[in-house]
Antibody, heavy 119, light 108 residues
Framework: EVQLVESGGGLIQPGGSLRLSCAASGFTFSSYEMNWVRQAPGKGLEWVSYISRSGSTKYYADSVKGRFTISRDNAKNSLYLQMNSLRAEDTAIYYC????????????WGQGTMVTVSS | EIVMTQSPATLSVSPGERATLSCRASQSVSSNLAWYQQKPGQAPRLIIYGASTRATGIPARFSGSGSGTEFTLTISSLQSEDFAVYYCHQYNNWPLYTFGQGTKLEIK
């Protein structure tokens, strides 16, 4: 079964750091570009970051640029999001999502992990 | 940034009837548009990509149309499991993707 499973979310104080993980299974992870997408409580979807198959190319939304770092370990079939200098507005469910091979739509999503930034 | 605007914000339709959801882009995205369905407590699910191609396992009652800046998702003969929030997503401005704010499809 093709699957993405996120972990690492939790409650963190403003200014703190957190590292999210996304474990992939059921497909050849290294063959796919990957993304992080977030959803604030009761709100819509916001793309956060993209990484190429090799990990050499990365892009970020302006809202997280300079604070978040995306990475991957193809040997471990895992995607990561290092989040530093967290703010209250970063509170959201964070999803990892796979770029479809036939397009750049997101064809597989994880179940999400909740990040709450609060004192 | 390409801004995606969905309308209406909420659509009330009776089971068995047709639902038509709209998405407008602030500039042309060609046919690089996807639609997702999200139910409460669940992750989004890809419904349509390439503006009109159904994703794997999506029933034929879902159809997408449009190109450029105007897009439509049509669900013919609504089933109970179709009531959810639907998002459009442009991936033309790769990889600076943007989503619409969503349309909630509710039972009338």
């Amino acid at each position: 079964e093709v699957q993405l499973v996120e972990s690492g979310g939790g409650l963190i104080q403003p200014g703190g750091s957190l590292r999210l993980s996304c474990a992939a299974s059921g497909f050849t992870f290294s063959s796919y570009e990957m993304n992080w997408v977030r959803q604030a409580p009761g709100k819509g979807l916001e793309w956060v970051s993209y990484i190429s198959r090799s990990g050499s190319t990365k892009y970020y939304a302006d809202s997280v640029k300079g604070r978040f770092t995306i990475s991957r370990d193809n040997a471990k079939n895992s995607l990561y999001l290092q989040m530093n200098s967290l703010r209250a507005e970063d509170t959201a469910i964070y999803y990892c999502a796979r770029d479809a091979s036939a397009s750049d739509a997101f064809d597989i999503w994880g179940q999400g992990t909740m990040v709450t930034v609060s004192s | 940034e390409i801004v995606m605007t969905q309308s209406p914000a909420t659509l009330s339709v009776s089971p068995g009837e047709r639902a038509t959801l709209s998405c407008r882009a602030s500039q042309s995205v060609s046919s690089n548009l996807a639609w997702y369905q999200q139910k409460p407590g669940q992750a989004p699910r890809l419904i349509i990509y390439g503006a009109s191609t159904r994703a794997t396992g999506i029933p034929a009652r879902f159809s997408g149309s449009g190109s450029g800046t105007e897009f439509t998702l049509t669900i013919s003969s609504l089933q109970s499991e179709d009531f959810a929030v639907y998002y459009c997503h442009q991936y033309n401005n790769w990889p600076l993707y943007t989503f619409g704010q969503g349309t909630k499809l509710e039972i009338k």
